[in-house]
């Protein structure tokens, strides 16, 4: 497992537990810290997990408002604790963290999905995170780190075709 990936895991289950335990965010240090000793004691997150769960709650309502828009047959209260705070993380990624491409932002919450969520968490995640996503190619609203990885993309094919050239000489 990437130091990420674990990391997105226990900024997770903090999330579940600050959800689940009434949203008292006083106790989000303490929950956060617990979380570490006990899931990975020895694991220098670089605050990675912190700056996820205080990110998420800092921006809570509007992450709510963007999973009730693009999930509109699930009231935010009737998706499962799990998926929400999947969700949650991955929305955030995807609109407020500016480090983090969004393409890895998808992937790895439906890998969290399909690892601690139901049968079909997964393809729920995938459904309203890509919906997420689409819109923000549409209304141009792509992070720089997904413009620079676009651009990347788009330089790939000519670096292809010269190397050819060069072989045929």
């Known amino acids: 497992m990437s130091n990420r990936h674990l990391a997105r895991t ?19 240090p303490e929950v956060v810290r617990t979380n570490l000793e006990e899931f990975a004691p020895d694991f220098d997150d670089n605050g990675f997990v912190s700056d996820l769960v205080e990110g998420v709650i800092a921006h809570i309502e509007k992450i709510d408002a963007i999973i009730t828009k693009y999930a509109p047959d699930w009231p935010i209260d009737q998706i499962t604790n799990v998926d929400r705070s999947i969700l949650r993380i991955g929305v955030f990624e995807l609109k407020f963290s500016e480090s983090i491409p969004s393409k890895v932002a998808i992937n790895e919450a439906i890998e969290l999905a399909k690892t601690f969520g139901g049968e079909s968490s997964g393809r729920f995640v995938n459904g309203v995170l890509g919906a997420v996503f689409k819109d923000m190619i549409e209304r141009g609203e792509l992070k720089e780190v997904d413009k620079v990885d676009k651009k990347k993309e788009e330089e790939k094919p000519e670096e292809a075709a010269e190397g050819q050239e060069g072989q045929n000489d």
Not at 16 to 28: A, E, L
Request: aromatic share 16%; glycine share 6%.
């Open 10 to 28: 226990i900024a997770m289950q903090s999330l579940y537990q600050w959800d689940f335990t009434g949203k008292v965010s006083h106790k989000v």
